[in-house]
């Protein structure tokens, strides 16, 4: 409620997401390949390789791509933008 509060005061732009599965699908090409990190037994997997295309990912970052994408954002090339005047 209060990131909400927060994000819309300062004209940004809240969206609740469904996190799931945000860890195992890569966010290059879309797949949940095998070699994704899954469950708690694989937790303390930090980076993986997509089987599917290749793609090197740190577990947060690519995590963090797929909730932007969930929430109707572009993928991010060049980082995340900073919200003017913080
Ligand atoms: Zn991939």
């Given at each position: 409620?209060?990131?909400?509060?927060?994000?819309?005061?300062?004209?940004?732009?809240f969206e609740?997401?469904?996190?799931?599965?945000s860890t195992?699908?890569?966010?290059?090409?879309?797949?949940?390949?095998?070699?994704?990190?899954?469950?708690?037994?694989?937790?303390?997997?930090?980076?993986?390789?997509?089987?599917?295309?290749?793609?090197?990912?740190?577990?947060?970052?690519?995590?963090?791509?797929?909730?932007?994408?969930?929430?109707?954002?572009?993928?991010?090339?060049?980082?995340?933008?900073?919200?003017?005047?913080?």
């Amino acid at each position: 409620t209060q990131l909400k509060y927060k994000a819309i005061a300062r004209s940004g732009v809240f969206e609740e997401v469904n996190e799931a599965y945000s860890t195992q699908v890569c966010s290059c090409c879309g797949a949940k390949p095998d070699s994704s990190p899954k469950g708690r037994t694989d937790l303390g997997i930090r980076h993986w390789i997509c089987s599917e295309c290749g793609a090197e990912h740190d577990r947060d970052i690519n995590a963090a791509k797929n909730i932007l994408a969930a929430g109707g954002h572009p993928r991010l090339d060049g980082g995340i933008l900073v919200l003017q005047g913080e």
